[in-house]
């Protein structure tokens, strides 16, 4: 499989009672072709969030976004465009970052989460410059990293943004 110019097709998830904001690196393939975020139905993004805050969500699109709205999570990515070998992060190249900074402009943000190694060195590199808010790296939840995070693992670590919503009162 030969790399392929990748344009950023989703919208980000926000809103002005957003206080925290997740970065992904880019949309999966599978992302792009449902149109939205972590839709490869063995990416367990979205188990993780249901567990965490113990609700059901409904596997369509709105609902996933009520879900982050309702809990004031922004969700976006890091990239707006780059090459890359299908969802291999580790062969994204030539790349062209999003404007980070207009979500902050318009919302609560307080904390940055970073999924994925590369999320997280590309926002450290090109976005935390005009941020000025570290990022916070968490596991990628792709099914290929199943061997490094298995999924009581992936919960714990992820325990962190339920922490920070359920506390957000204390930092607005």
């Not at 113990?54 to 780059?82: G, Y």
Request: charged residues 25%; neutral net charge; glycine residues 2%.
């Amino acid at each position: 499989m030969n790399k392929e110019r990748v344009k950023h097709t989703l919208n980000p998830i926000y809103d002005q009672k957003s206080t925290i904001l997740i970065l992904g690196s880019i949309p999966s393939p599978k992302s792009r072709e449902v149109g939205f975020y972590y839709s490869h139905p063995q990416n367990r993004f979205w188990k993780i969030l249901s567990d965490l805050f113990h609700e059901e969500i409904e596997n369509t699109n709105l609902a996933k976004q009520q879900f982050l709205l309702n809990h004031h999570i922004a969700l976006w990515d890091v990239l707006k465009e780059c090459e890359i070998k299908g969802a291999d992060d580790s062969s994204i190249c030539n790349i062209e970052v999003n404007d980070i900074k207009k979500i902050l402009d318009q919302t609560q943000v307080k904390k940055i989460y970073t999924t994925g190694l590369k999320a997280t060195n590309l926002y450290k590199k090109y976005c935390y410059p005009s941020t000025n808010i570290s990022s916070i790296y968490l596991p990628s939840t792709s099914p290929a990293n199943c061997r490094n995070y298995d999924y009581d693992r992936l919960l714990k670590e992820y325990q962190c943004i339920y922490n920070d919503v359920t506390n957000e009162l204390y930092w607005i």
